[in-house]
């Protein structure tokens, strides 16, 4: 772990440059491309996340800003005026966002960061044209009245799924090449009030 680096770094989500750096998931994809691959150029940060290299040099500004990304110069290039490539590497290994329950900002900027996530969530689970098309998906949504044991049941399982995915991820971390996505898994597990109507049972039958 380089010196600029921590475990974890405290990001405040009402502070304008943390912001900027992290509202979109394309700039938080870049900084987990970055986190993975290592200290990285920028040639090689463009071709993981499939930008050109003057629109990537546009995020990495923001998550500079941030502070998720630092950056130094490299040697000069033979045959490119003494140019010196920049490689960026991340400054912190996980994103932790304190959030105070009683803050009216802090909770409207987790459901701002949140909404564009699921929307790609959705997207994905809705299209058809996915490997394997539907019959290579599992969605479920489920509104019912559960007990306490039931409840404590999904809380745990929903755990051990969690500890799938860290597993996963901790396994490509090492692997210092461009990071792809083969699943897509999403979970979502919220009390809701008492007012809402329980859903029927869909099933398709594919033929």
């Known amino acids: 772990m380089s010196d600029n680096m921590t475990e974890t770094q405290k990001l405040q989500l009402t502070r304008a440059p943390v912001w900027q750096g992290i509202r979109l998931p394309l700039r938080l994809r870049i900084f987990e491309a970055a986190r993975r691959l290592g200290e990285s150029s920028v040639t090689e940060l463009a071709q993981a996340v499939g930008l050109n290299r003057t629109a990537l040099y546009f995020h990495l500004r923001h998550l500079e800003k941030a502070g998720l990304l630092t950056s130094r110069a490299g040697e000069p290039t033979p045959g490119r005026r003494g140019k010196r490539p920049r490689y960026y590497s991340v400054t912190t290994q996980e994103l932790h966002f304190p959030v105070d329950p009683g803050a009216k900002r ?11 996530w699921l929307t790609e969530s959705r997207a994905a689970a809705l299209d058809a044209k996915s490997p394997g098309g539907f019959q290579a998906k599992r969605v479920a949504l489920h509104w019912e009245n559960l007990n306490d044991d039931e409840i404590a ?32 898994v999403a979970l979502v597990v919220t009390p809701v009030d008492g007012h809402v109507m329980p859903g029927p049972d869909i099933k398709f039958k594919f033929s």
Do not use: C, F, W
Not at 106 to 116: A, F, H, S, T
Not at 164 to 177: E, L, P, Q, V
């Open 106 to 116: 802090d909770v409207q900027r987790v459901g701002e960061l949140y909404r564009p």
């Open 153 to 184: 049941r999904v809380r745990s399982l929903a755990n051990e799924l969690d500890e799938i995915m860290r597993r996963a991820r901790n396994r490509s971390n090492s692997a210092r090449k461009a990071p792809t996505a083969n699943m897509h």
